[in-house]
């Protein structure tokens, strides 16, 4: 899931949490994107994926459990995530929900700081240059992360949502145990990755509970492994 993996590597402990909502642009297979992020606490949580295709994709995440909410051309769809990504696996069309499973297997060689600041929305972060490999082949990226409480808190909650798909759907394995424990000894929550996700705004404010209710009940497809 190239619009979320980089954040599923960043896993971290807190001790508090608040609502609040977090947008980020970025760009996903050469298109760009915007994603929101909005969470009532860290085991409620709604993640909005915007793109220029005419399917429009949002995900609940709440008491352990994940749905997957699709609009396309005006009909609502509500499955639950192993559905919907064996669905999408059998027809090729993983884009469906913002994944590309090559990005999930990611591996970290080195993560260094380069003693540069930098930044991004309003929050000072420091700049590491990441040295990271998929299928293979060795890529770099400059990763600017920051102490800041905002980031902690919109971190977590995004980390809580990631370890619910990874548990709800086995078919998805998230993988970067290297860079997880380079964030968690320094208890930092990310601002940018490369060119692939970067935060535009956050507000710690109380977010409505009514944009956590599902529209529907999830549907289940029978037989699907058997396509």
Same mark, same amino acid.
């Given at each position: 899931?190239?619009?979320i993996?980089?954040?599923?590597?960043?896993?971290?402990?807190?001790?508090?949490?608040?609502s609040?909502?977090?947008?980020?642009?970025?760009?996903?297979?050469?298109?760009?994107?915007?994603?929101?992020?909005?969470?009532?606490d860290?085991?409620?949580?709604?993640?909005?994926?915007?793109?220029?295709?005419?399917?429009?994709?949002?995900?609940?995440?709440?008491?352990?459990?994940?749905?997957?909410?699709?609009?396309?051309l005006? *009909? !609502? @769809?509500?499955?639950?995530?192993?559905? %919907?990504?064996?669905?999408?696996? $059998?027809?090729? +069309?993983?884009?469906?929900? =913002?994944?590309?499973? *090559? !990005? @999930?297997?990611?591996?970290?060689?080195? %993560?260094?700081?380069?003693?540069? $600041?930098?930044? +991004?929305a309003?929050?000072? =972060?420091?700049?590491?240059?990441?040295?990271?490999?998929?299928?293979?082949?060795?890529?770099t990226?400059?990763?600017?992360?920051?102490?800041?409480?905002?980031?902690?808190?919109?971190?977590?909650?995004?980390?809580?949502?990631?370890?619910?798909?990874?548990?709800?759907?086995?078919?998805?394995?998230?993988?970067?145990?290297?860079?997880?424990?380079?964030?968690?000894?320094?208890?930092?929550?990310?601002?940018?990755?490369?060119?692939?996700?970067?935060?535009?705004?956050v507000?710690?404010?109380?977010?409505?509970?009514?944009?956590?209710?599902?529209?529907?009940?999830?549907?289940?497809?029978?037989?699907?492994s058997?396509?």
């Amino acid at each position: 899931m190239q619009k979320i993996v980089f954040f599923s590597l960043l896993l971290f402990s807190l001790a508090t949490h608040a609502s609040g909502v977090a947008k980020f642009t970025g760009i996903d297979g050469g298109k760009p994107y915007s994603l929101s992020l909005e969470y009532l606490d860290r085991a409620t949580s709604r993640i909005d994926i915007e793109d220029s295709s005419d399917i429009n994709n949002y995900f609940l995440f709440k008491n352990k459990q994940v749905q997957v909410v699709t609009t396309y051309l005006g *009909n !609502t @769809l509500v499955m639950d995530m192993e559905s %919907m990504s064996q669905l999408a696996e $059998k027809f090729g +069309v993983m884009d469906v929900l =913002g994944i590309d499973s *090559n !990005t @999930l297997l990611v591996n970290v060689i080195d %993560m260094a700081p380069t003693g540069k $600041k930098e930044t +991004v929305a309003g929050i000072v =972060g420091d700049v590491y240059t990441v040295t990271w490999s998929r299928n293979n082949v060795k890529q770099t990226d400059e990763l600017v992360a920051s102490g800041d409480r905002r980031a902690w808190e919109y971190t977590a909650a995004w980390i809580d949502a990631m370890n619910v798909i990874s548990q709800a759907t086995p078919s998805i394995t998230i993988k970067g145990d290297e860079l997880m424990s380079r964030i968690n000894n320094k208890k930092l929550g990310i601002l940018r990755f490369g060119k692939q996700i970067q935060l535009v705004s956050v507000q710690d404010k109380p977010v409505n509970p009514s944009r956590f209710e599902s529209p529907g009940t999830s549907i289940t497809i029978p037989g699907l492994s058997n396509l």
